[in-house]
């Protein structure tokens, strides 16, 4: 099993950097990958193998077909899709399965790896709503799931030039059956998903009582430590609830306790606790990527969680902002 991040066109952010090091030192019996099209060698990470990816023909055509704005933060719309390409080649060249996390994304150090190659299917991964999937976890079994991830890529660009990354893994959902395994991101009940299709509460339980535990998709991290600063003009809400999510969030009884670094999400129903096994962390802030600092930071985010909603500041996205108000022709970063 291969865990690997993908990173193209900019700078590899310190974030990712100190997520590296903490999913090595956390995992040392796994390869941990990052597959990227910059010279990232120079900057010397222990224990991380770098996959050198050069532009192929079908990452040059998908961008032609795409039609997103490609001065918005490095070109993101399109790397965050073509990344889907650069994992098929990946696959095709180092063998075993994938764990491809996003780059936001923090593992526990109890995430279940055999769990995901028993019952994994072909491809799994979170769903977010009725037309958006997400692959802040997305497990490929083998090349010729990797390979079918990317045939589907290029077959809805084709269909339509503003796809994204999570329309495309919301129709792989939706179309592969018995390939596709859901991630069970929160309990499948009305009070914490009140509007989500019926079907979508009855897979979703299935996939609970296979794993017996979550994983967050793009909420529950984005909730507890706030949402991208970048996105808010550097005042980005703490414990805001999107209303894109099928999820009521603050329905979540979401705690800790001493046998592990990361929560866990309660079920009245169960009279029981379960491990959440990722988090997504919006924010992107360096301290939470880090072994040291997590686990306290983790205990106050929860202790608050049922905190009204407040907003955090962060000066230097505050100033960006301001810039980029004064220079409507500055590029996004």
Known sequence: MNIVFAHFEAKIPKFLVENIKRTI??????????????????????????????RSNEWNLL????????????????????????????????????????????????????TLIQKGSKIAFPVVNDELA???????????????????????AKANSLTTDMHILREISKKEGKNFQLLPTTPSNRLVIPNAPSEFLSENEKAFEIFRSYFDGGDLGRYLFGDDPRNWG?????????????YNIRNLTICTDRTRNFPFIASREKNEK????????????????????????IKKAVRNSQQPTTHRFFALHFCQSRLRGLNPFAQNC
Not at 107 to 113: G, H, N, Q, T, V
Not at 134 to 156: P, V
Not at 234 to 246: A, C, D, E, L
Request: aromatic fraction near 10%; charge should be positive.
């Open 25 to 54: 030192k956390t995992f040392p019996d796994k390869q941990v990958f990052l597959i990227t099209d910059l010279e990232s060698h120079k900057k010397k990470i222990p224990g991380l193998k770098i996959y050198s990816y050069q």
């Open 234 to 246: 550097g005042r980005p809400p703490v414990r805001h609830n999107p209303s894109i999510t099928f």
């Open 63 to 114: 961008e032609n077909l795409l039609e997103h704005p490609k001065n918005f933060r490095n070109n993101f719309s399109l790397t965050s899709t073509a990344r889907f390409l650069a994992l098929s080649e990946f696959s095709s060249t180092v063998s075993g399965g994938i764990i491809h996390v996003e780059s936001d994304v923090i593992l526990s150090d109890d995430f279940p790896f055999a």
């Open 134 to 156: 997400i692959a802040s976890i997305l497990y490929l079994r083998d090349k010729n799931a990797a390979k079918m991830l990317s045939e589907y890529t290029l077959n809805l």
């Open 274 to 297: 379960f491990p959440i096994h990722a988090l997504h962390i919006h924010s992107k802030e360096p301290s939470l990527f880090t072994l040291k600092k997590l686990p306290n930071r």
